[in-house]
C-alpha cells in the first residue's frame, strides 16, 4: 500500500473556548477545537490543506526543539498521510489517452465495456489502492 507519512510537531494552545493549534514549521497551517480531539482532528485537517500543493515538504523540527521554543503550551506530534488525504478530497477524475490494439477496442465496445472504469479498477488493482 502507497503511503506519503509525514509527522509535524504543533503547538495547542488553551484560548478562552477553543483550543488553538499551530505549526511552527509551517506558519500558513492555523487551526482551532473546542476539545482537544477536536482540535487534533482540525489539525490534521489543516495539515493536510497546508501541504497537498506542495512539491517541496517544510523540514519537520524536532519536538524538543519546538517544546524549548514554546515552553507555555502543550506540544503534539500530529501525523498525515498525504496520499489518503489526496485520495479522499482530490479524486477529480482526469483525461487521458490510451492506446489498445484494435481488436481489442473492437471487443471491448461489443460488451460495452466502460474503458474509464475498467483502467481506474485495473490501476487501483495494481497499486494496492
Known amino acids: 500500500v502507497w503511503m506519503i507519512m509525514l509527522v509535524y510537531p504543533a503547538t495547542f494552545e488553551k484560548d478562552g473556548n477553543y483550543i488553538l493549534v499551530e505549526f511552527p514549521d509551517i506558519p500558513e497551517a492555523l487551526t482551532q477545537g473546542e476539545t482537544f480531539e477536536q482540535a487534533y482532528e482540525m489539525a490534521v485537517e489543516c495539515l493536510g490543506l497546508a501541504l497537498e500543493d506542495k512539491t517541496e515538504m517544510p523540514k519537520a523540527s524536532s519536538l524538543e526543539s519546538i517544546q524549548k521554543e514554546y515552553p ?23 483525461r487521458t489517452n490510451v492506446t489498445v490494439p ?21 490501476l487501483k488493482e495494481k497499486l494496492g489502492v
Open 102 to 122: 484494435e481488436w481489442i477496442f473492437d471487443l471491448a465496445r461489443l460488451e460495452n465495456i466502460n474503458f474509464s472504469q475498467t483502467l481506474t479498477e485495473s
Open 72 to 94: 507555555n503550551k502543550n506540544v503534539a506530534l500530529v501525523s498525515i498521510d498525504l496520499l489518503a488525504y489526496r485520495r479522499k478530497y482530490h479524486s477529480k477524475s482526469v
